[in-house]
């Protein structure tokens, strides 16, 4: 997209641009001109025409009131501001099946240092036997695991783990 920008008369000083963007009328090449504001993010006209386009947005801006020194353009609110000064929590991250059922059966506790768990919490899906040593992903072998024991097992058995922590 070329642009330039459009200087004096309703225009101002450069506030608004003339851009040229090519697209395809009819199955053939042609261009669309646009008159925009870039600061506001904002487009005027748009025409197959140059002089179109630029007699479009001079329509709209006498019609804004640009050409009697009245405030260009009033951008209309969304929100009111004690909509936006709200924080609301984000919502609650979905857990899957799997990861539920991990949860119920281990009784809502780390398997090996018995810390509450949350359902929505930072906790791991643990492997008693892990796979590195063949464990599977069967139901029997997934215990749910805060993430300080986890990592401290790291490849070695439930068994081998309680063990040496036993120590």
Same mark, same amino acid.
């Given at each position: 997209?070329?642009?330039?920008?459009?200087?004096?008369? #309703?225009?101002?000083?450069?506030?608004?641009? /003339?851009?040229?963007?090519?697209?395809? *009328?009819?199955?053939?090449?042609? !261009?669309?001109?646009?008159? #925009?504001?870039?600061?506001?993010?904002?487009? /005027?006209?748009? *025409?197959?025409?140059?002089?179109?386009? &630029?007699?479009?947005?001079?329509?709209?801006?006498?019609?804004?009131?640009?050409? $009697?020194?009245?405030?260009?353009? =009033?951008?209309?609110? &969304?929100?009111?501001?004690?909509?936006? *000064?709200? =924080?609301?929590?984000?919502?609650?991250?979905?857990?899957?099946?799997?990861?539920?059922? !991990?949860? !119920?059966?281990?009784?809502? +506790? +780390?398997?090996?240092?018995?810390?509450?768990?949350? @359902?929505?919490? %930072?906790?791991?899906?643990?492997?008693?036997?892990?796979?590195?040593?063949?464990?599977?992903?069967?139901? &029997? $072998?997934? =215990? %749910?695991? +805060?993430?300080? +024991?986890? /990592?401290?097992? *790291?490849?070695?058995?439930? @068994?081998?783990?309680? %063990?040496?922590?036993? !120590?």
């Amino acid at each position: 997209m070329l642009r330039r920008p459009i200087m004096g008369g #309703i225009f101002g000083q450069g506030e608004f641009e /003339l851009a040229t963007q090519p697209t395809i *009328s009819a199955g053939l090449h042609a !261009v669309r001109f646009m008159v #925009i504001q870039p600061r506001a993010g904002r487009i /005027l006209a748009i *025409s197959e025409s140059k002089t179109e386009a &630029l007699a479009g947005a001079r329509r709209v801006l006498r019609a804004t009131g640009v050409a $009697n020194d009245e405030p260009r353009w =009033v951008q209309p609110r &969304l929100w009111s501001d004690a909509e936006l *000064s709200v =924080v609301s929590e984000p919502p609650p991250r979905p857990v899957s099946r799997r990861r539920r059922d !991990v949860f !119920v059966r281990s009784g809502g +506790c +780390c398997a090996y240092c018995g810390t509450p768990l949350r @359902i929505d919490g %930072a906790w791991h899906v643990e492997h008693q036997l892990p796979r590195a040593l063949g464990g599977t992903d069967e139901a &029997l $072998n997934l =215990v %749910a695991a +805060c993430e300080r +024991c986890n /990592l401290q097992k *790291s490849d070695r058995t439930a @068994i081998e783990f309680m %063990a040496a922590r036993a !120590v």
